[in-house]
């Protein structure tokens, strides 16, 4: 039989995430699900294998950053120690419940089986529009039609765990961004990158945004999906040559390791006169210590910057570009022998797509890539972007 703690693990989860946003004391509610985000990002970043979404109290004990966070958004600090205090001691409940629960169960194939039996599937109409449910309990989570048809291209696994997963991932990431959500540059830009550059590798994403056809991502379930894992835990090598594209959660401690790592493989690339080029996408965050480590750097070829509300990122579940209320640096780093391939043609086709939602922006409506140029390239469509 079954142990009910399989179940009840989804149900613990969001008590824990309701209790987290509610007591932070942050008086806006989307403010609280983003504190709230970027705690539990920090801390599963530094986990070579994600088997759930609860950090341990060993990381939450050294993460100084929600203080911060927290003071930031004007909580007292005695009132943040007795918060912290509440929310290690349910950590350390759930941690000592779920663990190996948890992970034995991702790597036990005949206990997936059995639990995909018990997850119902439905499709529905809602608001006009197909939409996938994926239920087991008191759980459930949602795809719409675009989101399902990309992920089922993407499944690696074997049919009878295909619900599984879809319940899985999708919970890890409800859970992670609830309101929130990561800002995606447009998949068109990421098309230019993959034509003109042969950028394949996203560093920074998920099973649920993904464009390209290599990436990195949180979850260990996420590989069903294609993930190539967490990429802290890449091996340097395989990072020697090429072109990447890198758009890390905001979050200064992700950017301050990601910059560390990329410095690092840059200058051991360099030493080996070998062709490495990276784009860097960040928002406006000149006093970030990842930031200061890419502008200060030997291999810096180029700084972009896109002013706040004058361009579009992609929201990925919603299926439609949005604008950026902030401004937008895209770093263009890279050894000697990259440099002769990051052309201005390249640079105007890649930024052109982060204007299309400004028709009248000067740099869209004057560019061969709007649709009214003499010279507007009839461009396939990207093949990971056909169904969005």
Same mark, same amino acid.
């Given at each position: 039989?079954?142990?009910?703690?399989?179940?009840?693990?989804?149900?613990?989860?969001?008590?824990?995430?309701?209790? !987290?946003?509610?007591?932070?004391?942050?008086?806006?509610?989307?403010? *609280?699900?983003?504190?709230?985000?970027?705690?539990?990002?920090?801390?599963?970043?530094?986990?070579?294998?994600?088997?759930?979404? /609860?950090?341990?109290?060993?990381?939450?004990?050294?993460?100084?950053?929600?203080?911060?966070?927290?003071?930031?958004?004007?909580?007292?600090?005695?009132?943040?120690?007795?918060? $912290?205090?509440?929310?290690?001691?349910?950590?350390?409940?759930?941690?000592?419940?779920?663990?190996?629960?948890?992970?034995?169960?991702?790597?036990?194939?005949?206990?997936?089986?059995?639990? %995909?039996?018990? /997850?119902?599937?439905?499709?529905?109409?809602?608001?006009?529009?197909?939409?996938?449910?994926?239920?087991?309990?008191?759980?459930?989570?949602?795809?719409?039609?675009?989101?399902?048809?990309?992920?089922?291209?993407?499944?690696?696994?074997?049919?009878?765990?295909?619900?599984?997963?879809?319940?899985?991932?999708?919970?890890?990431?409800?859970?992670?961004?609830?309101?929130?959500?990561?800002?995606?540059?447009?998949?068109?830009?990421?098309?230019?990158?993959?034509?003109?550059?042969?950028?394949?590798?996203?560093?920074?994403?998920?099973?649920?945004?993904?464009?390209?056809?290599?990436?990195?991502?949180?979850?260990?379930?996420?590989?069903? !999906?294609?993930?190539?894992? &967490?990429?802290?835990?890449?091996?340097?090598?395989?990072?020697?040559?090429?072109?990447?594209?890198?758009?890390?959660? !905001?979050?200064?401690?992700?950017?301050?390791?990601?910059?560390?790592?990329?410095?690092?493989?840059?200058?051991?690339?360099?030493?080996?006169?070998?062709?490495?080029?990276?784009?860097? /996408?960040?928002?406006?965050?000149?006093?970030? +210590? +990842?930031?200061?480590?890419?502008?200060?750097?030997?291999?810096?070829?180029?700084?972009?910057?896109?002013?706040?509300?004058?361009?579009?990122?992609?929201?990925?579940?919603?299926?439609?570009?949005?604008?950026? &209320?902030?401004?937008?640096?895209?770093?263009?780093?890279?050894?000697?022998?990259?440099?002769?391939?990051?052309?201005?043609?390249?640079?105007?086709?890649?930024? *052109?797509?982060?204007?299309?939602?400004?028709?009248?922006?000067?740099?869209?409506?004057?560019?061969? %890539?709007?649709?009214?140029?003499?010279?507007?390239?009839? $461009?396939?469509?990207?093949?990971?972007?056909? *169904?969005?």
């Amino acid at each position: 039989m079954l142990d009910p703690l399989f179940e009840r693990y989804y149900f613990d989860i969001k008590c824990f995430k309701d209790y !987290f946003v509610k007591k932070c004391m942050v008086e806006k509610l989307y403010e *609280s699900y983003k504190v709230w985000a970027q705690w539990l990002i920090r801390n599963l970043s530094q986990v070579h294998d994600n088997y759930h979404v /609860i950090p341990s109290v060993q990381l939450a004990e050294t993460d100084t950053d929600i203080f911060l966070h927290l003071q930031d958004k004007g909580v007292v600090t005695e009132n943040i120690h007795q918060f $912290y205090s509440q929310i290690k001691i349910r950590l350390a409940k759930l941690y000592d419940t779920y663990h190996i629960l948890k992970t034995n169960q991702l790597k036990t194939i005949p206990l997936i089986h059995e639990i %995909n039996q018990h /997850i119902e599937h439905e499709l529905t109409f809602h608001n006009g529009k197909n939409v996938h449910v994926y239920r087991w309990g008191r759980t459930f989570i949602k795809y719409s039609s675009q989101v399902y048809d990309r992920l089922a291209k993407r499944y690696l696994g074997d049919p009878l765990s295909f619900k599984f997963y879809m319940f899985e991932m999708g919970f890890n990431y409800y859970i992670l961004e609830g309101q929130s959500f990561q800002w995606c540059i447009p998949p068109k830009s990421l098309g230019v990158l993959e034509k003109t550059l042969s950028v394949d590798t996203e560093l920074f994403a998920s099973p649920i945004n993904a464009v390209l056809p290599i990436y990195y991502s949180l979850f260990y379930v996420d590989q069903a !999906f294609g993930s190539s894992g &967490n990429f802290f835990n890449i091996d340097h090598n395989r990072l020697s040559v090429g072109t990447y594209e890198v758009n890390p959660p !905001f979050i200064e401690q992700l950017f301050v390791a990601s910059s560390k790592l990329i410095c690092s493989v840059l200058q051991s690339s360099q030493q080996q006169d070998l062709d490495l080029l990276f784009i860097y /996408i960040m928002p406006d965050w000149s006093d970030s +210590g +990842g930031y200061q480590l890419l502008i200060k750097s030997d291999y810096l070829l180029e700084e972009i910057v896109l002013k706040s509300n004058s361009h579009s990122y992609y929201h990925s579940m919603k299926n439609r570009l949005i604008s950026a &209320n902030f401004e937008t640096h895209i770093l263009i780093i890279g050894t000697t022998r990259s440099k002769v391939r990051w052309t201005d043609l390249t640079k105007e086709r890649f930024l *052109s797509y982060f204007y299309s939602n400004y028709p009248n922006h000067p740099n869209y409506s004057n560019h061969p %890539n709007h649709p009214n140029h003499p010279n507007y390239p009839n $461009y396939p469509n990207h093949h990971s972007y056909n *169904s969005i």
